[in-house]
């Protein structure tokens, strides 16, 4: 086949392709001028016969656009790509740059440049070290970046969580919020958290039993987060430091209790917060959340297996074991979140805190405050997901 | 002996024990610095390794009833306890360090009894007392107790030796005994178990827990020493640099790369390291790099009238100084990053409206300036 004669198609024997000196058919036929090129679209007869005979005339108007036509080799507006081009240094430089910056801007938004060394100097902050921790290991920044950001849009969109009396949480110095707790697994706590640092513009600081402590990567994350030991002498520090703090004085009774005692308080431990709360002379905010104990009906309990693992309780909801990873998502519940009156304790002297008869008074107070308001809101409550 | 001065009753005889060591030798020399003290008598097993200057030095065994005759013939009229060691070390095993801590104590303690002379004791003990768990409040005060009896090891003799002091604080009322609790120390010449941990140029940490860390700098211990010896307060205080620096980011700030691994396998890495004479691991120091301990200092600013100089993270930053970094690769990619970047923002971030210089001059900056900021804003 090597002898076969070649016949061009169209090109009159001249390759179609441009080989960089000489522009390609098309560009011929584009550019004009050449005499060779200009009547070579023997395929397609009409525009090849009115340029052979209207080439005179149509010169002058395609010269404006490509000055360098009347030349034998006429270069093209644009230079022909070269392999050599295309390929020499992936996508330039520029390019890339400019894509970044586009990508950039689309991320962060007009200031990127700004943002983005914003972000990058935390960063900068968090490798290196040089951020501040309280005490009690309470990471500030790291709780308003990052554990606050995660929890927002489950208390916004999955739990519609709504808020009121949070004008009952006073604005500076210490208070303590005692609430209910339900739900197997004390996503509450997380949820009043984000509540009240949205709402409120302060931060609660969780008191835990030891068993979070206990637990890696739990420990951690809830030191971080503001959480200490629920022991009074740490719940007095804390209130003394002018501190929010949260408790929850049912426990694990609370969280751990079947679907069928759902929204029935149990015993308030045993009135530990109260005489903290007397001693530091800090007002009670009784905190009702109706909506926690629908997220993961507890129908059922492993004692056996929990207490060779050392934990209260092993949970068995209509989800759980039966779908496996997929029944650790809660229920869509809707929530509501009712802050009570403060009930106030700095009238009383510091030695009531030794005297147990008022302080399972105050008890009673604040248990019975929550026990109504859960009554009056789920009467309001429409069904368990509206 | 002494200054040539005659003796006095204006200036104390002290006896300090356990000048062997660096921290002792040390203060030892501060003390005889110090104008209120005339004489200062050193007492070990083994000769001090380095120049002891002015201090006078005793060969003599705290476990054997010498040390009651070093004191009666000295006129001694206080004595500073610092033979308390955390490690066997160079002392041999375990057996040989229970004998050292509570034999020796016991035994000064049963010559400072019989010594007419004495009026003042100081003992230098360790927050390890409190212990460290998951149980613990997040700041011990001297009135707790730790949430676990320590069963044994360096706590165990701490709690020990403690109650003989109490004991003895009961026997002879005239005498003032104050018990100093001291954080772990932290200096660029200190050797202890943390410091070697620290030095370390890869750092186990126990996997899925963050300790807090409070540490008392070597110069701050000097200084309460002789605060203790010199202002005459009886009573147990803690004695810590304030603030809380977290064990990542106290390793972060040494520029220290990690290892988690679970808690059994750093104890096992420990004792590897101390079998290896690499590393002093004590047994009580896991406990502590899980769970960490902070304590209230509020007694030592109160009643005891002691200042630290330095915070937890400056006394980190001073500690980082003299530490090769072994990591901060990270920290060198976003600081040539946040260069690279024309980023006028930082000081408009913190400070107001800051011209760019600021920011070009925080960023070479060398290891101690990472720990400069944190220490400015210790609370």
């Not at chain 1, 996503?187 to 640092?197: F, R």
């Not at chain 1, 759902?262 to 903290?276: D, I």
Request: charged fraction near 20%; include cysteine.
């Amino acid at each position: 086949m090597s002898d076969a004669e070649i016949i061009p198609i169209g090109t009159r024997g001249r390759p179609g392709r441009g080989t960089g000196k000489a522009p390609s058919s098309a560009a011929r036929s584009l550019a004009g001028g050449s005499g060779g090129g200009a009547g070579s679209k023997g395929t397609s007869g009409r525009p090849a016969q009115r340029r052979t005979s209207e080439e005179e005339a149509a010169e002058p108007t395609e010269s404006d656009q490509t000055p360098a036509a009347a030349s034998e080799t006429p270069v093209p507006e644009r230079p022909a790509a070269r392999t050599r081009d295309r390929h020499a240094g992936g996508i330039p430089a520029a390019d890339l740059m400019a894509a970044f910056q586009v990508a950039a801007r689309e991320v962060f938004g007009e200031e990127w440049e700004v943002q983005l060394a914003r972000f990058l100097a935390f960063l900068r902050r968090r490798v290196t070290g040089s951020y501040v921790v309280d005490e009690y290991g309470f990471d500030q920044e790291i709780t308003q970046r990052f554990f606050m950001a995660a929890l927002r849009p489950i208390a916004q969109k999955w739990f519609r969580i709504e808020v009121r009396g949070i004008e009952n949480i006073p604005t500076d110095g210490g208070a303590l919020v005692v609430s209910n707790h339900s739900g197997t697994v004390p996503v509450d706590g997380l949820m009043t958290m984000v509540s009240i640092h949205d709402h409120a513009g302060r931060y609660l600081r969780p008191l835990g039993a030891d068993l979070v402590f206990r637990l890696p990567i739990v420990s951690t994350m809830a030191r971080k987060g503001g959480a200490t030991l629920a022991c009074n002498e740490d719940a007095e520090r804390m209130l003394r430091g002018g501190e929010l703090v949260g408790v929850w004085p049912e426990g694990f009774k609370g969280i751990g209790k079947p679907y069928a005692e759902r929204y029935k308080l149990q015993r308030f431990g045993r009135g530990g917060f109260v005489s903290a709360a007397i001693r530091t002379g800090v007002p009670i905010v009784p905190l009702s959340v109706v909506g926690a104990e629908e997220i993961y009906p507890l129908v059922g309990n492993l004692p056996g297996l929990a207490r060779i693992l050392g934990v209260p309780y092993i949970p068995i909801t209509p989800t759980f074991p039966l779908l496996g990873p997929l029944g650790l998502v809660p229920l869509p519940s809707k929530w509501l979140l009712e802050f009570g009156e403060p009930i106030r304790t700095d009238e009383y002297d510091g030695g009531a805190a030794d005297d147990p008869m008022l302080v399972f008074n105050v008890t009673d107070q604040v248990r019975e405050t929550i026990q109504q308001t859960l009554y009056t809101l789920l009467m309001e409550r429409e069904s368990v997901f509206r | 002996m002494g200054d040539g001065q005659p003796e006095a009753e204006l200036g104390k005889v002290v006896l300090v024990t356990g000048v062997s060591r660096d921290l002792g030798r040390t203060f030892a020399r501060s003390l005889a610095g110090d104008p209120g003290v005339d004489r200062v008598i050193g007492v070990d097993v083994v000769p001090p390794r380095g120049d002891v200057g002015d201090v006078s030095f005793v060969r003599a065994d705290i476990r054997n009833p010498v040390i009651a005759k070093v004191i009666a013939k000295e006129d001694v009229d206080t004595v500073v306890h610092m033979s308390v060691i955390a490690t066997p070390g160079t002392a041999g095993g375990r057996n040989t360090m229970k004998e050292l801590n509570v034999i020796g104590t016991m035994q000064l303690l049963a010559a400072c009894q019989r010594a007419t002379s004495l009026q003042h004791l100081v003992v230098k003990s360790t927050t390890t007392v409190y212990g460290a768990s998951n149980r613990d409040p997040a700041m011990f005060t001297e009135d707790m107790q730790p949430r676990r009896a320590p069963r044994s090891g360096y706590a165990k003799d701490v709690a020990e030796i403690e109650s003989y002091v109490r004991g003895f604080a009961r026997r002879r009322p005239d005498v003032r005994v104050t018990t100093l609790r001291c954080a772990n120390v932290l200096g660029p010449a200190v050797v202890s178990p943390l410091t070697s941990y620290l030095r370390l140029p890869v750092v186990p940490t126990v996997i899925g827990y963050d300790a807090r860390l409070q540490v008392l700098h070597e110069q701050d211990l000097y200084g309460v020493l002789q605060h203790a010896v010199r202002e005459e307060v009886a009573g147990t205080f803690n004695v810590a640099g304030d603030g809380i620096l977290m064990l990542s980011q106290a390793l972060r700030r040494l520029q220290r790369p990690t290892v988690p691994m679970p808690g059994f396998a750093v104890g096992r890495m420990g004792n590897l390291l101390r079998q290896a004479r690499v590393a002093d691991f004590s047994p009580e120091q896991l406990a502590f790099l899980t769970y960490g301990r902070g304590v209230d200092t509020t007694r030592m600013r109160t009643q005891l009238g002691f200042e630290p100089t330095m915070t937890t993270a400056e006394a980190f930053a001073d500690f980082a100084t003299t530490l090769t970094p072994t990591g901060g690769r990270a920290e060198r990619v976003l600081a040539t990053l946040s260069q690279a970047l024309p980023d006028p923002d930082e000081p408009v971030l913190e400070a107001v409206a800051g011209p760019e210089g600021a920011e070009q001059a925080t960023g070479p900056r060398a290891v101690p300036a990472h720990g400069a900021p944190g220490g400015a804003e210790h609370e």
